[in-house]
């Protein structure tokens, strides 16, 4: 039977900030942004925006009736939690109007997480194939102004089904981990921007690619030449690139460049959004699928996720005919309407998210034209707004 990705939407802000705009007020060379990082320009998320609205926008537009009704299990994949207890999953199955039999859990290890909640979902349909699973990748990535992170930031939602029979991509069973205690980036409860060794962590990136690239290869029998494109969590897009560089030389040079041709594709997306934590390599994904007219059904993709702290997977999926039916074909028309702000725009907008403290607070949501807004919180409780209900 086969089990994997049916369906899949994303959803970020209607804001953004131009990279060499933000390089030039930070004194940087534009292209240390546009071509040492990889970033154009990078999704400014506004108050209203947090991360149960952004994997409820994510979701709803690529459910039906049918959907609902199957969905008894939903993964939220977060390193931006808004809670120390409850899950940000059961905000969301609220507000997607899910059934009360599904089980509603949150999971956390960086930007990993959204992969473990992929593998949970997919073992869940193979026991209960009639069933499907919703899992959502939302983060807001925050390092703070005039840092050296600030220019990967960003943020975003990553809605996936999982179902039998999928129409985008079947998983295989077989997947290759690492996870170790290493400190390159962490975020310890009483703060909202992330720590991190920026250096250490790139390089703790490419040797997790590495050993769990050529882990899978040995375990299962697999050639690298087996894999038409291979697709990378996208912290910054460059980062991708230096994966994929470590990787050339196990293929022949006509496979490289074809490699490095899907690989333009697959960072295409998240060069306008930045890092979305969580969601990161299935943006990457949905751009491979949208923008690379090179991909046929029967291609194997190859998917790296990395979460820092840390833990890396290797796994692939085999591309199956419909796939292009299961898409948000119309994301990339979305990004290109978005409202560029300047960079005192952004700065205001980072500084005015919900305060973390008990006081009643009202957020201004009017331009926001997002179905589901925070719109601030009263008695200690968030309150989210559907503007349709
Ligand atoms: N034109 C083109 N490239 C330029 C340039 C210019 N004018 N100026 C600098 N660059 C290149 C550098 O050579 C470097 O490329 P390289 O990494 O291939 O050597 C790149 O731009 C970045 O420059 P660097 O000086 O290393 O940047 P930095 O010290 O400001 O930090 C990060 C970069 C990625 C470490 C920092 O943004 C960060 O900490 N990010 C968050 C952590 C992260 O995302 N980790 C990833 C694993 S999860």
Redesign the pocket.
Known sequence: MKVGIDKMHFASSHLYVDMTELARARGA?P??YL???GQAQMAAIPPSQDIVTLAANAAYPMLTAEDIQAIDLLVVATESGIDNSKASAIYVAHLLGLNRRTRTIEMKEA?YAGTAGVQLAQEHVRVHPDKKALVIGADIAR?GLNT??E??QGGGAVAMLISADPQILALGTESTLLSEDVMD?WRPLYHTEAL?D??F??NI?IDYFQDVFKGYLESTGTSASDLTALVFHL??T??GLKALRSALPLVSETQQESWVAHFECARKLNRYVGNLYTGSLYLSLLSQLLTDPKLEAGDRLGLFS?G?GAEGEFYTGVLQADYANGLDTGLPQCLARRQRVSVTEYEQLFKSQLAWKADDQELDYASDPHRFVLTGQHDEQRQYLDKWA
Do not use: L, N, Q
Request: charged share 20%; glycine share 12%; hydrophobic share 20%.
């Open positions: 060379e292209d240390k071509i040492g990082i930007c390092y050296p992170g220019p990967t980036f991190v920026g250096k962590s790139s990136y912290p910054y460059k980062m990395y820092s």
